[in-house]
Every structure is written in structure tokens, then in C-alpha cells.
């Protein structure tokens, strides 16, 4: 079973700056668009970020100005930079890697953006 595995989640403060991270085998990450989402209780799962392997990003309007997505080729690892949070932030973030064989998820790590 293909497992990425996200970390970097937490509470933090309004305002403050959250780095997640998620790791990949080589066989999904490599020549794929990793991506984020999130979800929080009685919503669908939303878009937040990705970049392609060719450089393409793409953002949620609502994270544009305040999140950068970005990848480390070398440890098959994507990050979510996530600056200037705000309460709404608030949510589980899954890591997402865009195959030919489908869309792998990994079980995502907890947000929290509360004073």
C-alpha cells in the first residue's frame, strides 16, 4: 500500500507560521504533482497548493500571498509553507500525489489556528 505520511501540524497562534511536510516513495513522488488539501469537519476536502515536476504551482485563492508549496527532489519530499495563519486555517491537511495509476492520499496531520 503506498503511504505518504504528512507532519508538521500543531497549534499555533494567529498570525504565526506552520512548515508541513510529507514524504513519498520515490515510485509516486518522482515525475508527479504532489498537492495539498484540506478538510475540516462537515466540508469536502479542498484544494489548497501543488506543483507539478515540471515547476507548475498552483494556489487556493484564499492561501495565495500566504502559503508556498515546494519540493525536495533529493528526499522524494513536498512542504506547505504556511505563513500569516488564520483562524479559518484551521483544518487536517492531506498530502496528495497525482499518478497515471490515480490520486494517492496520505492520512494527514491536524492544523489548529486558535488564541
Known amino acids: 500500500q503506498v503511504q505518504l505520511v504528512e507532519s508538521g501540524g500543531g497549534l499555533v497562534q494567529p498570525g504565526e507560521s506552520l512548515r508541513l511536510s510529507c514524504v513519498a516513495p520515490?515510485?509516486?513522488?518522482?515525475?508527479?504533482?504532489m498537492g495539498w488539501y484540506r478538510q475540516t469537519p462537515g466540508k469536502q476536502r479542498e484544494f489548497v497548493a501543488s506543483?507539478?515536476?515540471?515547476?507548475?504551482?498552483d494556489y487556493a485563492d484564499v492561501v495565495k500571498g500566504r502559503f508556498s508549496i515546494s519540493r525536495d527532489t533529493a528526499k522524494n519530499t513536498v512542504f506547505l509553507q504556511m505563513n500569516r495563519l488564520k483562524p479559518e486555517d484551521t483544518a487536517v491537511y492531506y498530502c496528495?500525489?497525482?499518478?497515471?495509476?490515480?490520486?494517492?492520499w496520505g492520512r494527514g496531520t491536524l492544523v489548529t489556528v486558535s488564541s
Open positions: 506543483l507539478s515536476a515540471h515547476g507548475d504551482l
Open positions: 496528495s500525489a497525482a499518478t497515471i495509476a490515480g490520486v494517492f
Open positions: 520515490e515510485s509516486i513522488f518522482s515525475g508527479n504533482t
